[in-house]
């Protein structure tokens, strides 16, 4: 019985890494295709786990702020 949960637990996982590859998307166009003033874009695509990019949140260092436009200023909303 050992060995058959070793095979099990074998089977289980190489069903999840072959599942997983499965899932990563790639480029259907090239790059030049997407730029300019009519660009083309891919169909939507499905899957079963979306990905999900997300820019990590970083605020401004301590004293710092944007630079304003010549004419304009730059004051702190809230601190």
Known sequence: MHISSR???VGILSF????TAGCGGTARLPL???IGANPQL???E???LPV???APAKGWPPGGKPIAADG???T???T
């Open 7 to 9: 095979l099990l637990s």
């Open 16 to 19: 999840v890494a072959i599942a």
């Open 32 to 34: 030049e295709a997407g």
């Open 42 to 44: 891919p169909p939507p």
């Open 46 to 48: 499905k899957s079963l």
């Open 52 to 54: 999900l990019n997300i």
């Open 72 to 74: 304009l200023s730059v």
């Open 76 to 78: 702190a909303f809230a």
